[in-house]
């Protein structure tokens, strides 16, 4: 169980020596966010690849698990990248035998970039115990505690994506 005490510092306590669960809750945040950072660092040195290239990795085998093949212009629009960016990607993938480019099914003119059945255990070796680990934690959450945190983190995620006014609101 994480302590959310003040850890030697006065900062997350209230002028009241109460704790300010407010900022317990967006430090949990940040030291989540600074796991994961961690972990990733580690995956892409591991596998030896840049942020970009897991990223397309993994939504490679999440499209080819739901069945769906994947054009380049789909990866582009995913990773939000120029279609040049994407050609070089693609060619590093191929390159370094995670991906191979495949005729498209139904468009005679277009390819279709698949993953190889190495780069798939390569990922679940790499990150399954990660992945197991982060989901025996999410399934000791009763239905309601998911519902709550569920609907607390939809909120944090559409108030960083809200336009900044630029200025501070008056309370």
Do not use: C
């Not at 892409?44 to 939504?59: F, H, N, W």
């Not at 070796?125 to 000791?140: D, I, K, N, P, Q």
Request: net charge neutral.
């Amino acid at each position: 169980m994480r302590s959310i005490g003040n850890e030697g510092s006065g900062y997350w306590y209230g002028p009241d020596g109460q704790l300010d669960y407010s900022a317990a809750v967006l430090k949990s945040l940040r030291d989540y966010r600074a796991a994961e950072t961690a972990v990733r660092r580690s995956t892409r040195d591991s596998m030896g690849m840049g942020e970009t290239d897991i990223l397309a990795l993994r939504y490679l085998l999440r499209m080819q698990a739901s069945g769906k093949a994947t054009a380049p212009k789909d990866l582009s629009q995913f990773l939000g990248i120029t279609s040049a960016s994407t050609t070089s990607l693609i060619d590093r993938l191929v390159g370094s035998g995670h991906v191979r480019r495949e005729p498209h099914p139904t468009d005679r003119r277009s390819v279709v970039v698949v993953p190889t059945v190495e780069s798939d255990k390569e990922v679940r070796v790499t990150l399954g115990s990660m992945h197991r680990r982060m989901m025996a934690v999410a399934e000791e959450l009763s239905a309601d505690e998911a519902r709550v945190v569920v609907e607390f983190l939809g909120r944090m995620t559409d108030a960083l994506q809200l336009p900044d006014s630029g200025h501070a609101e008056s309370t």
